[in-house]
């Protein structure tokens, strides 16, 4: 039990990224791409391509290539991001990195 705790740990550490808010369970994890449509800090949800999301005021979020936090992020920034799947249908981010302007996202 303490060998597998410093493991997750050390993976934890490794990664670089905050623990989500529900660290504690395990749901899918997906990765997407979209246009900020709206950030709600107050209410710690951001709109990308029409779907709400939660996200902790301390996830990984880079703009430009350089750290930042989800106050840089603005409507028509196209960024890409992890998330999971939590239940009843609700998604929460988990990272998010701007791809840089004149960068065209190509839907399939």
């Known amino acids: 039990m303490q060998l ?6 050390a993976l934890f550490w490794l990664a670089g990224s905050a623990v989500p808010l529900h660290a504690e ?3 899918p ?3 997407g791409v979209g246009e900020v449509v709206e950030v709600d ?8 391509e ?9 996830i990984p979020v880079q703009v430009g290539g350089s750290p930042t936090d989800m106050s840089m992020l603005a409507p028509g920034m196209q960024i890409q991001f992890r998330f999971l799947r939590v239940p009843n249908d609700l998604r929460e981010v ?3 990195r ?3 302007p004149g960068v065209t996202i190509q839907r399939l």
């Open 4 to 9: 597998r705790r410093m493991i997750g740990v």
């Open 25 to 27: 369970q395990h749901y």
């Open 29 to 31: 994890e997906s990765i």
């Open 41 to 48: 800090l107050a209410a710690g949800t951001v709109i990308i």
């Open 50 to 58: 029409g779907y709400r999301y939660r996200y902790a005021p301390d």
């Open 94 to 96: 988990v990272e998010i």
């Open 98 to 100: 701007q791809i840089p």
